[in-house]
């Protein structure tokens, strides 16, 4: 099966980081496929744990707890134990939040927005520069396409990744002409149990969605890396979605 | 890459490509790529030469390749491009809606527009697009697959001086995607649209002349190149990318992005007491 070179990522050091959810080890694997060494970052030990069992056993990463005062700094000075350069950088910040308004309290208003949207902040302020001064760097934002819809109970969340679609678009114009690419994977329901479509099709949204299934990590994997290689070279701010045709919905 | 199981969704072996405007351009670029990605082509453009040493240049790199001159503005023309697709490989599996003109696009003000000149530009560069997706449409009904894709233009998302049926029918053409995908997903049918920023090419140059330098404008700080957009439609026309339908895929050196600031411009402001 003929696949261009173009989107090996071989040689290259992928910066990994989860907030939650369960489909950061997918992307670890896609990236290893690809040909990089992935570097995980997770916002609890478990989490860690998760994406380094999908990766290569010599792989290493750092839990970071974004609300601790320079948690990015730390994270990287673990990075440097065991690298010399970060060429790519991936924020899956999509840990899910959702309840009605009158019972989201400030603390949880606070935690969603600081694990979906601070930690990549704070990474990235660490990340960027040193991309800059290598000339060279991508970076993907794993967001969730309620970026740009609204959904009951969704106000929290959405806010998270709304936030994370304007960083996207802010860092690509300060930061893309360091021969840096910052664009978003924009995401809808995705399974990563091998859920039947029977199963899959009880659940009222799947029906809603014009392909009638939900997205697996095979499906998102291939767009990730095409992403990160040097190939992707003109698109930068963008978010691309890949949600079995959701935002075409009236 | 070695032994791959998420991404040999990329290779396009065994696929049957219909590529509008494949001769020239971006077009051009597209139809190498997926040719070296294992893709049959085949190749439509009004003028024989372009096409014909595109055919010829996609079976030098081992797959096979037809061209069929085709004025996509005439349905008759449409109808025959793919049957002789169908004659010559039994399916259709991507179609690819690349045909547009550029070079010929008329800059005036509107009220100087004649009727001829707004017709014969949606023409080629809407109205097309619709006679190939309606033409192909009952074949990937019947084979319960098909891509289509279709190559539209930021000038699709905002306005352009004086650029008035340029940005009409590529906003058209984000369109079509949108409402093909919505219709026909339930057939197994996606619909996606390449948004390209200014990408220099033979046919551009009368825009070129337009635009301040030489890409510096862009947070890029470079113009794309046709080469920009090979691995791209690969994707696009891929099993890859089969999850995603109804979407633009915008590639444009971040010009959208910064959208309403001009370049350079860069305020630092306190935070306020």
Redesign the interface.
Known sequence: ????????L?GKTAILATSGGKEAPFWG??LV???ASVFAVARTQALLDAVLKSLPSSSNGAVMDANLPDSAKHVMAQFDQSHDKVDILVNDARSMYAQPLEEISADDWDAVQTRNAKAPFLLSQQVLPRMAKAEFGRVVNMISELAERGMINGSAFAASQAAVLAL??SF???W??FNI?INAIGTGLIDTEGQSLETQQEELLVRYT???RK?????????L??LC?E????????P??????L???? | ??A??????????GKTVVVTGGGTGLGRAMVR?MA???ADLVIAGRRTGPIEEAAAEAESLGVKAISVATDVTDSAQVANLMKTCLQQFGKIDVLLNNAGAVSDNVRKPIWDLTDEEWDRIMRVNLTGAFYCSREVSQTMVAQEHGKIINVASGFGLRGGREIYMYCVSKGGMIQL???L??NL??YGI?ANTIV??F?PTGATDSMAASLPRGGEF????KL??SE?????A??LA?A????????M??????G???GI?PTGHAPVVALEA
Request: proline share 8%; with cysteine.
């Open positions: 099966m003929p696949v261009l070179p173009e989107y090996d071989s694997q896609a496929e690809a040909g996207t678009r690509a114009v300060e893309s002409r690419r014009p392909l009638r997205g697996n990590p095979s499906d998102i994997g291939p767009l890396v095409y290689s190939s992707c070279d003109y698109s930068t701010g963008q691309v979605y890949i949600d079995g045709g935002n075409a919905h009236p | 890459m070695g791959i199981s998420m991404l040999e969704s990329l290779s396009l072996e790529d070296r990605a294992g995607s949108r409402v995908s919505f997903a339930r996606t390209p920023g990408v862009l947070p890029n700080g794309g190149k920009d957009f090979g691995p791209l690969v994707y891929s890859a990318s089969d999850y995603m339908t109804g979407e895929f915008i590639a444009d050196g971040g959208l992005a910064a600031t």
